[in-house]
């Protein structure tokens, strides 16, 4: 019964990753190029590389439509210019990709970036329930619930850890 629990927790977690990309319309539009060449305005370099902004736009679109690969490809070429949201996304790149336990490593360095990310505390104590590690699961939905008291998934990983 917590396998069921837990897996319909993870299937939200995908929910709320592709509703957030839903609801900032995808990607920005195209910057506006200049109508006449007589501005003095220069056309973008076509060979610039994307800020890691983009990069990091397309890899939640990636993650959306799961291509866990193409997202973690590009969040990986980052560095370290993506901060801890670019760290979660790569964990639940490699989550995705069956790479449970670099992606453990990965929702932990988002955190320790960031200790106020709770997706990544959702997301972290829900992979530990599901590799057995039930005294983990209860430590990181405890700390995610110190930074907000009541948040659904967290009370319910709290909860199943308990229980197992």
Do not use: H
């Not at 069921?4 to 609801?23: F, H, N, P, Q």
């Not at 801890?84 to 990709?97: K, P, R, S, T």
């Not at 360095?109 to 104590?125: C, G, R, T």
């Amino acid at each position: 019964m917590a396998g069921l629990a837990l897996r319909s927790g993870l299937l939200a977690g995908s929910i709320i990753v592709t509703g957030m990309v839903a609801a900032c319309g995808g990607s920005a539009p195209p910057p506006q190029q200049p109508t006449d060449p007589g501005l003095g305005a220069e056309p973008a370099a076509s060979s610039a590389a994307p800020s890691a902004d983009a990069r990091l736009d397309e890899a939640k679109q990636a993650i959306a439509k799961q291509d866990f690969a193409k997202a973690r490809q590009l969040l990986e070429s980052m560095g370290e210019q993506g901060g801890a949201e670019a760290a979660f996304y790569i964990g639940v790149a490699l989550e995705g990709v069956g790479e449970g336990a670099a992606a453990v490593t990965k929702y932990k360095a988002a955190l320790a970036k960031d200790a106020k990310l709770l997706e990544a505390y959702v997301n972290l104590s829900a992979l530990l329930l599901a590799n057995g590690d039930a005294a983990g699961a209860l430590s990181t939905a405890t700390a995610g619930l110190k930074v907000q008291p009541k948040q659904l998934d967290l009370v319910t990983n709290q909860a199943l850890a308990l229980e197992a």
